[in-house]
């Protein structure tokens, strides 16, 4: 099983880290991400629930619905399709909270790599590498202008 939690504090508002995140279709800005693309929109909002964005990041493709979407505050997903991993996915969660002038951004996801046996290392692998690529978007975010 893996378990990524990245806890950051950006020195930017909650709706700017907010909007960062979740303007989905400009997530090739990111490092480490090629691109990514609202396939459909939200209910209410382009990038929010009910929305299913694929983020591809060198061979990984996700596929991944919003299933929460507090402006400013919280946005929820769940992978429903990966590959070349098959991915099983238990939580995606980013909470912001204002602190210190600043954003804290928590951030959660977890599941398991859906292969026998290999899929115990590969686990470990991919926990390291989201771990690292959660963070690198988060402090790409604390150096964007306003």
Avoid: C
């Avoid at 990038?47 to 990984?60: E, H, S």
């Avoid at 929820?76 to 070349?84: D, K, L, Q, S, V």
């Avoid at 002038?101 to 290392?121: E, K, Q």
């Amino acid at each position: 099983m893996f378990r990524v939690e990245v806890s950051e504090l950006i020195q930017r508002s909650p709706e700017f880290v907010f909007n960062a995140l979740t303007d989905h279709d400009n997530y090739g800005q990111f490092p480490g991400v090629d691109s990514g693309q609202v396939l459909e929109p939200g209910m209410q909002d382009r990038n929010g629930a009910g929305a299913l964005r694929v983020v591809k990041a060198g061979p990984l493709v996700l596929h991944e619905r919003i299933t929460g979407f507090e402006p400013g505050k919280l946005m929820t997903y769940h992978i429903e399709r990966a590959r070349p991993l098959p991915v099983v996915h238990d939580v995606g969660e980013i909470r912001l909270s204002a602190e210190a002038g600043g954003t804290r951004v928590n951030w959660l996801s977890a599941g398991r790599i859906a292969i026998p046996v290999l899929g115990l290392v590969i686990d470990k692998v991919f926990e390291r590498q989201v771990h690292k690529a959660f963070s690198a978007m988060l402090r790409y975010i604390g150096r964007m202008p306003e």
